[in-house]
């Protein structure tokens, strides 16, 4: 079992920056990728970035792709999401999981966090 939780979501105008962290206090946590995922009201949960147990390969929807950055620290059982050059359509609830493969779908991952709320608006 890998308990996750999410910090680091807020209210930021649009073309700002947040850094979301996801954090487990388990040492298998460097056993898993872990993949982000978002969920505005009123919408279906939609993939956001993923990255593998070692860090060496990352993926990110094209919604995201060269505005967010995904990266891990294992010492510190962690993992970031730094999102910049934000717009009001990335509202959402943002959640991480881990799972055993990076994969942008979201039942393949086994563990979830609660989430952190991300609001964009002037």
């Known amino acids: 079992q890998v308990h996750l939780v999410e910090s680091g979501g807020g209210l930021v105008q649009p073309g700002g920056s947040l850094r979301l962290s996801c954090a487990a206090s388990?040492?298998?946590?460097?056993?898993?990728?872990i993949g982000w995922f978002r969920q505005a009201p009123g919408k279906e949960r939609e993939f956001v970035a993923t990255?593998?147990?070692?860090?060496?390969?990352?993926y990110y929807s094209a919604s995201v792709k060269g505005r967010f950055t995904i990266s891990r620290d294992n010492a510190k059982n962690t993992v970031y999401l730094q999102m910049n050059s934000l717009k009001p359509e990335d509202t959402a609830i943002y959640s991480c999981?881990?799972?055993?493969?990076?994969?942008?779908?979201?039942?393949?991952?086994?563990?979830w966090g609660q989430g952190t709320q991300v609001t964009v608006s002037s």
């Open positions: 999981a881990a799972g055993e493969s990076t994969d942008y779908v979201p039942f393949t991952y086994d563990y």
């Open positions: 990255i593998s147990w070692s860090g060496g390969f990352t």
């Open positions: 388990d040492r298998t946590f460097s056993n898993y990728a």
